[in-house]
């Protein structure tokens, strides 16, 4: 059947031939590769294996923080230092005097957004009002600062302590007197954190 295409056909196995023998070197040459990959893999794993690599990695960064400067303070024996615009627990504020500085001009309350304020006041003789009952509920306030921003004389203020957790709830309800008596103990701070923010408020 193939007598007339002898050469034609002999062309066409070598070509074939060749194609198949090229392709079988491709392919060997890429699972000679692979297997050298994996080999190399194998040879680093086992040298960070048996040399601990990773693990003296670490303990170098260990001893480099163990010599460095200590970052931390024994609290609560230490404290750091906390900023004039710090907000803690509030506080309402005398004059020299011992004259309250509250005027009851609600402004506090009405700009909480926590409405966690609740103020009530009288007139009196003299004709200026004065709060008689100031109640903050510390449960609700989210320390946004606004009551103290609000404030026309600086009388409600958040001072510098924040160590005041209690175990019941009710002890978050701050009355006036609660108010007026931080206001008392934290005077000098308060003061000196005012002054100093004066020329930014």
């Known amino acids: 059947v193939f007598s007339g295409q002898g050469p034609h056909l002999s062309a066409l196995q070598s070509r074939a031939i060749s194609y198949g023998t090229n392709k079988d070197d491709e392919e060997a040459e890429q699972l000679a590769t692979e297997i050298s990959k994996d080999w190399s ?5 086992s040298m960070n ?3 601990l690599t ?4 670490g303990l170098s960064l260990t001893l ?3 010599f460095d ?3 931390t303070i024994n609290y609560p024996f230490e ?3 906390l ?3 710090f907000r803690g627990e509030h506080a309402l504020r005398r004059y020299p005097t011992g004259e309250e500085r509250c005027i009851a001009c609600k402004l506090c309350e009405a ?3 926590a409405q966690a304020i609740t103020i009530e006041a009288e007139e009196r003789e003299d004709g200026s009002r004065r709060t008689t009952r100031y109640d903050i509920d510390m449960t609700k306030c989210i320390y946004c600062g606004f009551c103290q921003e609000a404030c026309p004389v600086d009388a409600i203020v958040e001072g510098p302590n924040f160590e005041f957790a209690t175990e019941t709830h009710e002890e978050l309800l701050y009355d006036k007197e609660k108010l007026l008596e931080n206001g008392d103990r934290w005077e000098t701070e308060i003061a000196e954190n005012l002054k100093s923010e004066s020329l930014y408020r």
């Not at 893999?41 to 794993?45: A, W």
Request: hydrophobic fraction near 35%; glycine fraction near 4%; aromatic fraction near 14%.
């Open 79 to 81: 404290k750091g230092p």
């Open 83 to 85: 900023s004039p615009r």
């Open 54 to 57: 990773e693990m003296v990695r």
């Open 111 to 113: 700009v909480c957004p």
């Open 41 to 45: 893999t194998v040879f680093e794993r």
């Open 69 to 71: 400067p200590k970052v």
């Open 49 to 51: 294996t048996l040399f």
């Open 64 to 66: 480099k923080y163990f």
